[in-house]
């Protein structure tokens, strides 16, 4: 998929793009990373790329569907030596991450093509959060890709929006970002760096 007008420009037309641009620019040959929701393996793919042979990626996904989709694009792609899929809740993080990680990926939500009734939702996204920013080495990343155009999809930014407002400020640098020539209800992103 053509994703810039030149190969070495990065599109931003929208939060997974600006969220892909910045893993690019935080991840590194050997980091271990999650995608804490793995989907259709978009962000996994490229986290796996990104790592190299000698690093980690843990992909969390409560729909087995989802990981046996990502299987087949990882080893289509040669990288499934690289990624562990773990068919849980993120949530449970935690128990399966070696820390410390580079960064941490979430793309909330419903699985794109799949059944719209199954979401991820703000107690277990903020305990998965939460989780994520004890796993983090310093400078590490927690991106996060909002959506509230879905039932509960409101209710979930703004949990999430409150959650991120609330780190102390010595500890991790929050960001809030959204494309402001967009209805309100388009996606937005969240980027938390911990602090050095
Ligand atoms: C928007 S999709 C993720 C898209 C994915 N990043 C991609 O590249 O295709 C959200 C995913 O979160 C998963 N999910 C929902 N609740 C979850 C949980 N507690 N832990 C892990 N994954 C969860 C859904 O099954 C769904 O596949």
């Known amino acids: ?3 810039s007008i030149a190969d070495d420009i990065p599109l931003l037309s929208g ?4 969220s892909h641009s910045i893993i690019r620019t935080f991840v590194r040959n050997g980091d271990r990373v999650v995608d804490a929701t ?3 393996g978009n962000d996994t793919c490229l986290l796996a790329e990104l790592v190299g ?3 980690t990626v843990w992909a969390f996904d ?8 990502t299987s087949v694009r990882l080893a289509a792609l040669g990288l499934e030596k690289r990624v562990q899929l773990v068919h849980t809740g993120h949530e449970f993080m935690y128990e399966y991450v070696v820390p410390t990680v580079s960064a941490v990926v979430f793309n909330l939500g419903y699985l794109p093509g799949g059944d719209r009734s199954i979401i991820t939702r703000p107690d277990t996204t903020l305990r998965a959060l939460d989780q994520s920013l004890q796993l983090l080495s310093p400078g590490g990343i927690l991106a996060v890709t909002v959506y509230s155009g879905h039932a509960g999809g409101a209710h979930e930014k703004s949990s999430v929006f409150t959650w991120a407002a609330a780190l102390p400020q010595q500890a991790f640098h929050s960001w809030r970002m959204g494309q ?4 309100a209800n388009a996606p937005s992103f969240i980027l938390i760096q911990k602090a050095v």
């Open 1 to 3: 998929m053509k994703t």
């Open 15 to 18: 939060p997974v793009q600006l």
């Open 38 to 40: 793995c989907g259709n």
């Open 53 to 55: 042979p000698q690093g």
């Open 62 to 69: 409560i729909q087995k569907t989802a990981l046996e989709e």
């Open 180 to 183: 402001v020539n967009t209805p």
